[in-house]
């Protein structure tokens, strides 16, 4: 049984590596699984892509398509042509999509095109707001996915309102929390943090790349002012974004709390994040590590596909207003933020549940020209 695994972003890396884990442990114990790493290519730049492969250990892809940047149109074209010719050259028995990035949608419709089967890591999750492009590509991807494997009761719930068979959804967990949980021990400091002379639960991290949030940069500016104004002696780490950068620099605004840095390595960041005393955010991935971590976070966006990480978690939705951070942060600084515990199924197991249920379950027929 041959596997394709789609990897093409950042937020895919660490959800496939403990798949290609799974399945290597799966055919040493002398089951019939290979797998294919596809790489799209759609992040290209060395930090956003390159350190994610070397520090989790993924190997090198077996194919690249390359692609590179482009408008969603361009880079979905050119994936879905892509990843097309792969399978016409050697049909793969199952196409693995992770999450919900341009990839995911694009090698999904060519699998289904080629009648090839799809499976969804990562499926169900909705955030209700349909002008997202992740949205988008969530509901075309489960709208042609043959199984889905979920990581929340809130997924399960979505996609049975949307019809689809019980049989066919399998309550896995979160594989990004597998990669979260084999690598604790791994973490490291960031070459920075001598320098700034960083102390544990001293500082803040601030993520920020959605486009309310950082294309207009006034608006951006004010949510950098209000954090600094209300952050006290906190530092404050701020890994940029590309898609942030041009407007960050145009404001002009420096303050020696703020400290800038190019985005990170996995192990770098994940010790940032798990040493700090909150995190400001737009990122549903980072809600979901947070709460692992039992790290406080402000998600500022107006709706979250990972509810748990609110329900249960140690995230607050608060919104993409700048002013909604006054009220979050001095409820942080005054000791009162909620204590969370982490969401069912959350235990490092995901990937090893997924191989699980194809090699001894679903096992999907070879489909033939």
């Not at 114990?29 to 992040?43: A, E, F, K, M």
């Amino acid at each position: 049984m041959l596997l394709d695994i789609i990897a093409g972003a950042r937020p895919n890396f660490m959800k496939i590596s403990p798949i290609i884990a799974a399945i290597r442990k799966a055919a040493s114990d002398g089951h019939d699984v290979s797998y294919r790493l596809i790489h799209t290519g759609q992040h290209y730049d060395k930090n956003m892509s390159d350190q994610f492969f070397e520090q989790l250990g993924i190997p090198l892809p077996d194919i690249n398509l390359g692609v590179g940047s482009g408008t969603q149109a361009e880079q979905t074209a050119a994936i879905m042509i892509g990843y097309e010719k792969v399978i016409m050259e050697r049909r793969p028995d199952l196409t693995i999509v992770v999450g919900d990035v341009t990839s995911t949608m694009a090698c999904a419709i060519s699998a289904k095109k080629l009648h090839v089967k799809v499976a969804h890591v990562e499926a169900g999750i909705r955030s209700g707001d349909i002008t997202m492009p992740e949205e988008v590509n969530r509901l075309v991807t489960d709208s042609i996915t043959d199984y889905f494997f979920t990581t929340s009761s809130y997924a399960n719930e979505n996609l049975e309102r949307a019809g689809v068979q019980q049989e066919r959804i399998f309550f896995v967990g979160n594989t990004m929390i597998d990669t979260l949980m084999a690598n604790l021990d791994r973490l490291r400091k960031p070459a920075f943090w001598d320098q700034y002379g960083m102390e544990s639960g001293k500082y803040l991290v601030m993520t920020l790349h959605r486009p309310s949030n950082v294309d207009d940069k006034d608006n951006l500016l004010s949510i950098i002012q209000t954090v600094m104004e209300l952050a006290g002696e906190h530092k404050i780490v701020f890994p940029v974004h590309p898609r942030t950068r041009k407007n960050l620099d145009q404001t002009g605004f420096s303050d020696e709390r703020l400290i800038l840095t190019e985005p990170m390595g996995y192990l770098e960041f994940i010790y940032m994040v798990k040493n700090a005393k909150a995190v400001i955010t737009d990122s549903g991935g980072i809600t979901e590590e947070a709460t692992v971590l039992g790290i406080p976070c402000m998600t500022m966006r107006n709706s979250t596909e990972r509810p748990e990480t609110c329900v249960v978690g140690t995230n607050e939705l608060i919104g993409t207003d700048p002013k909604a951070l006054i009220p979050a942060i001095e409820k942080l600084m005054s000791g009162n933020w909620k204590k969370g515990t982490i969401p069912e199924m959350w235990d490092g197991k995901a990937a090893e549940r997924i191989i699980n249920a194809f090699v001894t379950t679903l096992k999907p027929e070879p489909v033939y020209d």
